[in-house]
């Protein structure tokens, strides 16, 4: 099960940080990634993250705003987001698999329930 947590509403160039939080299931084992999907769009790969944390992939349009990274022990995923922008408005998912990350939604075994993140200008 994973829950993410983490977005509201802010000024353009702000910063969020979202959460991911993964339960009942061996984290470490498991890419993570970060998608979103504004209203009337598809859903949309952001980034990834390796098991160990230690490769990390992005979207061309999120490249040097956004970092993901992970906890194992805590079990968690995290997107920090600086330099927001309007067009970054969304709701932001979370998405686990077992192996290698990828930046194609269908790969994904799990996701959370994900968490809005308006930005006004």
């Known amino acids: 099960q994973l829950q993410a947590s983490g977005g509201g509403l802010v000024q353009a160039g702000g910063s969020l940080r979202l959460s991911c939080a993964a339960s009942?299931?061996?984290?470490?084992?498991?890419?993570m990634g970060w998608f979103r999907q504004a209203p009337g769009k598809e859903r949309d790969f952001v980034a990834a993250i390796s098991r160990s944390g230690g490769s990390t992939y992005y979207a061309d349009s999120v490249q040097g705003r956004f970092i993901i990274s992970r906890d194992n022990v805590k079990m968690s995923a995290f997107l920090q987001m600086n330099s927001l922008k309007p067009e970054d408005t969304a709701v932001y998912y979370c998405a686990a698999r077992t192996f290698s990350y990828s930046h194609y939604s269908r790969d994904y075994n799990y996701w959370g329930q994900g968490t809005q993140v308006t930005v006004s200008s």
């Open positions: 009942g299931r061996t984290f470490s084992s498991y890419a």
